[in-house]
C-alpha cells in the first residue's frame, strides 16, 4: 500500500488520467445500461433479419452507400432523418437495423429515432466495415453495378463517326 501512496505522490499526471479513464469508462457503461436502443452483433442482426424483417437503415454517405450496402436497405443519411420524414415515420411499428460505414454516426441516430417514437431500434456494432469483415454479402448501388455492366457491351461506347452517320451501332448490325 506504501507503493501505491508513493507512486501517486511521485506521478500525480499519470495517477490523474488513470482516474479519468476509469469515470469515463463507469460513465460509459452506464449510460449504455439507459440508453432506448440495442447494439447487435453481426450475428445478432442477421438473426434479426432472419426472423423479423427489420427496416434497414444505411446512414452512410452517398458515395460509401454506393460502394456497398446489406440487401434491402435504405439510404437514409443524417440529414434526411428528422422528425417530419413522412418516409421513415411510416415504419415506427417496425424494427429497425441502422448502421454506417464505421459506426460513428449510427449511435446518434438510433437517439434520435427513438426520440421520434420508434421503438424497436438497433444498431449494428462496428457499422458496414465489420459486417464485411465477418464475410457477409454486400450489394451495391444499382447504377454503379449497371454502368460497370455496360462496359465492353457497346452500351457505353461511343459510335464512331462512320456510325453516327449510317444511325446504326455495329453491335446492332
Known amino acids: 500500500m506504501e507503493q501505491v501512496l508513493e507512486f501517486t505522490g511521485n506521478h500525480?499526471?499519470?495517477?490523474?488520467?488513470?482516474?479519468?479513464?476509469?469515470?469515463?469508462?463507469i460513465v460509459y457503461e452506464i449510460s449504455r445500461l439507459f440508453r432506448k436502443w440495442k447494439e447487435l452483433s453481426t450475428l445478432?442482426?442477421?438473426?434479426?433479419?432472419?426472423?423479423?424483417?427489420?427496416?434497414?437503415?444505411?446512414?452512410?454517405?452517398?458515395?460509401?452507400?454506393?460502394?456497398?450496402?446489406?440487401?434491402?436497405a435504405l439510404h437514409m443519411p443524417q440529414s434526411r432523418i428528422e422528425s417530419g420524414n413522412?418516409?421513415?415515420?411510416?415504419?415506427?411499428?417496425?424494427?429497425?437495423?441502422?448502421?454506417?460505414?464505421?459506426?460513428?454516426?449510427?449511435?446518434?441516430?438510433?437517439?434520435?429515432?427513438v426520440k421520434m417514437g420508434f421503438t424497436n431500434v438497433n444498431v449494428l456494432a462496428?457499422?458496414?466495415?465489420?459486417?464485411?469483415?465477418?464475410?457477409q454479402p454486400v450489394s451495391r448501388h444499382k447504377g454503379a453495378a449497371k454502368a460497370e455492366e455496360g462496359?465492353?457491351?457497346?452500351?457505353g461506347r461511343?459510335?464512331?463517326?462512320?456510325?453516327?452517320?449510317?444511325?446504326t451501332n455495329e453491335?446492332?448490325?
Not at 12 to 25: D, E, F, R, Y
Not at 158 to 167: A, F, H, I, T
Open 12 to 25: 500525480p499526471l499519470l495517477t490523474g488520467a488513470l482516474g479519468a479513464a476509469i469515470v469515463a469508462l
Open 44 to 72: 445478432e442482426a442477421v438473426q434479426l433479419l432472419n426472423r423479423e424483417d427489420p427496416v434497414v437503415l444505411d446512414a452512410s454517405n452517398s458515395t460509401d452507400y454506393a460502394k456497398g450496402h446489406i440487401r434491402g
Open 86 to 113: 413522412q418516409q421513415l415515420l411510416k415504419y415506427r411499428e417496425r424494427p429497425v437495423l441502422i448502421y454506417c460505414r464505421n459506426n460513428q454516426t449510427a449511435p446518434q441516430l438510433a437517439s434520435r429515432l
Open 126 to 135: 462496428g457499422g458496414l466495415s465489420q459486417w464485411i469483415s465477418d464475410q
Open 151 to 155: 462496359k465492353g457491351k457497346g452500351k
Open 158 to 167: 461511343k459510335k464512331s463517326r462512320d456510325e453516327k452517320k449510317s444511325g
Open 171 to 173: 453491335s446492332e448490325q
